[in-house]
């Protein structure tokens, strides 16, 4: 079968997968066609490319290539592949991932009408109970032997492992580009979306677990202002109740006392300093929308005058103290270092006992944090990398910038 014979069953493929599940045909029509004759496979990636054998499809139907779409764009909507990472999973175990991440599937989408060629894997096959997470399967089921494998290499999208066949997928290197992160994301959205649309016009004619998905990526069950006012009143609350005797003012008893000099107590007040990453791969939306909750919580407690603000990228500007968000200056642009931004802020009299870092996650981090200084880092966008373990990290999603608008 050549490489257009292949492309031209795509086509009946897709509008079966359309007619039967029309929730899923922004994602199935979305998928970025790649034939890869030889792979012995139907796999997908992370950038959703469908890397498909033309031998193996050759005697498909197209209810059964078009159910081996919806079962690949299931993977790639649940991101199977960011959460076999979050696992652990390796090369050796990839294969019981796999098992799992398609019992989550085929759970839901087989009673639906799936007619994927083969015998795919269902919960009872792993001696699981339906309704179950991929992470669940794969944990009661990892290292065990004798266990069920549909006949198909699902690819990265289902378990984060690059296949040789993929290439970089980037613009002008070898391979076929696939979607960019901010387009996957839009993606999901966009299906989430169609998805509960599709419930509230037809209740139950959605599969749960699918309709769960989307309401969990449309209304995250984690509120980040809740968690990043949280993390605020906490260290503020730590340094107003550090209340502890100081020489700096003699008591007001010392006269009692003769020629020795009394202590008196003192209540600190709290400064808070907030590094904004300003460089060039920032969105001014997100930042807007972080910094203004800040700007809004400090001015609930009364704080708004210990606030000051450095913008940074790879070298921190000078702190200006600010009453309003709007008064912000974001000037930078070029590589990022926020490690450059806490040590400025560090250094500030008197010191912050709390600094509010803003960025994309992407720059790199001191080894350890500062003394005697609390950091929270609100890590801006849903793709952003993890903080260090010595900060209190809180993930405020890309769409908190429309949000505010």
Known sequence: MTEERAAEALGPARLWAAAKFPYLASGVFGIVPAPAPGIGTVAVDEQWRLWADPE?????????????LVHHVCHLLREHGARAAGAGVETHDAQAWMRGADAEINDDLIPAGLELPGTPVLPHHLRRPPGLLAEAYFTATRGMQGQPAWN?????????LHRPWEG??????????????WQARLLRRLVAQEVTKQHGHEP???????????????APTVDWRRALTAELRKAIADTMGAVDYSYRRPSRRASVAGPVVLPALRRPQPQVAVVCDTSGSMTDDLLAAALAEVDGLLRALGLARQLRVIACDTAASAARRITSARQVELVGGGGTDMGAGIVAAAALRPRPSVT??????????PDAG?????????????????????????RVPASAGATRA
């Open 152 to 160: 198909l290499d699902c690819g990265s999208g289902a378990d984060g």
């Open 168 to 181: 970089s997928g980037q613009p002008g290197q070898p391979g076929q580009p696939g979607l960019s992160p």
């Open 370 to 394: 500062p003394k005697s200084m609390r950091v929270v880092v609100g890590l801006l966008g849903d793709d952003a990398p993890e903080a260090p373990g010595w900060a209190r990290s809180i």
């Open 56 to 68: 193996i499809t050759a005697g498909w139907s197209a209810a059964q290539l078009g159910s081996v």
């Open 356 to 365: 509010v870092v803003l960025t994309d996650g992407y720059t790199p981090w």
């Open 204 to 218: 139950g004619t959605v599969p749960a677990g699918l309709l769960r998905w989307a309401t969990e990526l449309l």
